[in-house]
């Protein structure tokens, strides 16, 4: 079953627009490194006041459990998370799920 990776990030103040439209450059650039592992990737700037303070985020999409784990595994995932996002976040949001094929889940 296809997966939706979702990750918020609260970019720290200090970070410029340009240092934080690299990040997420860096991210969508994992879909070329993982060929077949990462189906697509969707990212941007937030626009809601409900945010929480979180700025940007992405999703990726995943055939299935497996291929979110490889991408997990990875060390094109591991060098961008240690290498390009930890040190300009303050926070961090991570939310897994499996795609219904439906508009209501399953209660």
């Known amino acids: 079953m296809t997966v939706a990776h ?3 990030l609260k970019i720290k103040p200090s970070v ?3 240092q934080a439209h690299d990040i997420l450059k860096a991210v969508a650039h994992l879909k070329e490194e993982l060929p ?3 189906e697509s990737v969707h990212l941007g ?6 945010s929480k303070g979180f700025t940007h985020g992405f999703t990726m999409i995943f ?3 497996a291929a979110l784990e490889t991408y997990d595994k990875s060390p094109e995932h591991i060098r961008v998370v240690t290498e390009v996002i930890r040190p300009n976040i303050e926070d961090i949001i991570a939310f897994d799920y499996e795609v219904e094929d ?3 889940p399953r209660l």
């Open 102 to 104: 439906y508009s209501s």
């Open 16 to 18: 410029s627009e340009t």
């Open 63 to 65: 055939k299935d459990k």
């Open 6 to 8: 979702i990750i918020l």
């Open 45 to 50: 700037l937030n626009f809601s006041a409900r």
């Open 36 to 38: 077949g592992v990462v």
